[in-house]
């Protein structure tokens, strides 16, 4: 059973434009909403995260938006460089027996293309 | 001086073999894991480690045993390597104040078992 689900499974955007990435969930215990990216060969690292006190966070280019009505968050990333070609992960943090768990999306191949 | 490092990067072996990954971080942190990343991406805890306490075991089956001398050093040891082991296993760390939540990845381990 996958607890969070993530789309599209892959992505391709023009230099410049607008990447979103979607990701819903169903725990209602899940309190933190991180963002990884991982480039070929390496591992993921963090980018961006929410908690869902707010609706909105913003870092540079990256964005995350929240819906706790709806279950849902998604990244945007203005004006998409090469650069950020990457697989994307959403992730949901889950209190398990005071240890947090973090569970991940199925993940998203975003292709910048100049 | 890369912060989680875990070694070898790539593993080729014939099935029914033992093999191990070792994997060290100089973070400080006090928190380890074991991720493994399958064909189609997905990532999936295996293991946490607490100062050199298990925190978290998944349902991985137990030719899997993973090893804590210290708490700077994670090891993953494989015994009776089967075809569905082949994946990325990624090491991991993290300050035990923020657990899960803000996790520095190694750069993976491919392993392939023939």
């Known amino acids: 059973q996958q607890q969070v689900k993530q789309s599209p499974q892959s992505l391709i955007v023009q230099k410049g434009g607008i990447s979103i990435i979607n990701c819903a969930y169903e725990n209602t215990a899940f309190d933190y909403f991180p963002w990884y990216q991982q480039f070929p060969g390496k591992g993921p690292a963090l980018l961006i995260a929410i908690r869902p006190d707010v609706s909105e966070k913003k870092e540079g280019r990256f964005t995350i938006s929240f819906n706790k009505s709806a279950k849902q968050f998604s990244l945007h990333i203005m004006d998409s460089q090469p650069g950020d070609s990457a697989t994307y992960f959403c992730a949901a943090s889950e209190a398990l027996y005071n240890t947090d768990k973090l569970i991940f999306g199925t993940g998203t191949r975003l292709q910048v293309f100049p | 001086d890369t912060a989680v490092s875990q070694t070898p990067k790539y593993l080729v072996t014939q099935m029914g073999n033992d093999k191990s990954i070792k994997c060290e971080q100089n973070?400080?942190?006090?928190?380890m894991y074991w991720y493994k990343q399958d064909s189609k991406k997905f990532l999936k805890i295996m293991f946490s480690?607490?100062?050199?306490?298990?925190?978290i075991n998944e349902t991985v089956p137990n030719r899997f045993s993973p090893k804590s001398p210290d708490k700077a050093h994670l090891n993953l040891h494989i015994n009776s390597l089967e075809l569905g082991d082949s994946a990325v296993y990624f090491c991991?760390?993290?300050?035990?104040?923020?657990?899960?939540?803000?996790?520095?990845f190694g750069s993976g381990t491919q392993l392939s078992v023939l």
């Open positions: 973070l400080g942190h006090d928190t």
């Open positions: 991991a760390s993290s300050p035990w104040e923020d657990t899960n939540e803000k996790l520095f």
């Open positions: 480690y607490n100062n050199k306490e298990l925190i």
